[in-house]
């Protein structure tokens, strides 16, 4: 017998605290969003994707990339970072960058780029706008997630329903998140697995 929560009421708490860091901006979509992937004991970690040509580095800490006035659909992503054993991990680095809704990176500056880091309950969220999709890739989110001490994933979400996911050869369906729509905003969840036990 051990104090560690199970999968389950994990899961349970997880719905719940999704669906609460969505209530703060009432023009964001608001649904419940189930965890994906699931997390079991001895899984296998989230995919490891390339990083690509826009990362840089010393982004400010902030869980805000969407501005007043920003071009583009408004989406909230949501989520858990987890060990193997579905762990909840505090603390740990997540560092977001991502095009604009008309498939272009601020290269020059940090606008849609940010970090944070995991609450006590190894929960984050990102409130952005949804990616544009352009030559050769369909739209994704690229993320560095890192718990402490540990190694550095490097990766890239994805969103269902993209006529360009079929042709992008670094999409893959395990980077997938959940999404709900409402209004005209998108609400995205996925849970991190990291290589740590």
């Not at 982004?59 to 990339?65: F, G, I, M, P, V």
């Not at 987890?82 to 960058?97: E, I, M, V």
């Not at 780029?113 to 969220?125: A, E, N, P």
Request: hydrophobic share 35%; charged share 25%; proline share 7%.
């Amino acid at each position: 017998m051990t104090d560690m929560p199970t999968r389950r009421v994990i899961l349970a708490v997880g719905t719940l605290a999704a669906t609460s860091l969505l209530r703060p901006h009432r023009s964001f979509a608001q649904a419940p969003l189930v965890a994906t992937p699931e997390c079991h004991d001895g899984d296998p970690v989230t995919l490891h994707e390339t990083e690509g040509p826009f990362f840089k580095p010393a982004s400010a800490q902030r869980t805000e990339l969407f501005e007043a006035g920003m071009p583009g659909r408004p989406m909230e992503l949501v989520g858990f970072v987890f060990s193997r054993h579905c762990k909840p991990l505090s603390g740990a680095l997540l560092d977001f960058w991502q095009a604009d809704d008309n498939g272009e990176y601020d290269n020059s500056g940090f606008r849609l780029r940010g970090h944070q880091f995991t609450d006590t309950q190894g929960r984050f969220r990102l409130r952005s706008i949804v990616p544009g999709a352009y030559e050769g890739r369909t739209r994704h989110v690229h993320v560095k997630v890192q718990a402490p001490g540990a190694r550095l994933l490097t990766t890239q979400l994805y969103f269902p329903g993209e006529r360009k996911n079929r042709s992008d050869g670094l999409f893959r369906r395990e980077l997938l998140t959940r999404t709900a729509e409402r209004s005209g905003s998108l609400a995205a969840r996925f849970d991190f697995v990291l290589d740590v036990a």
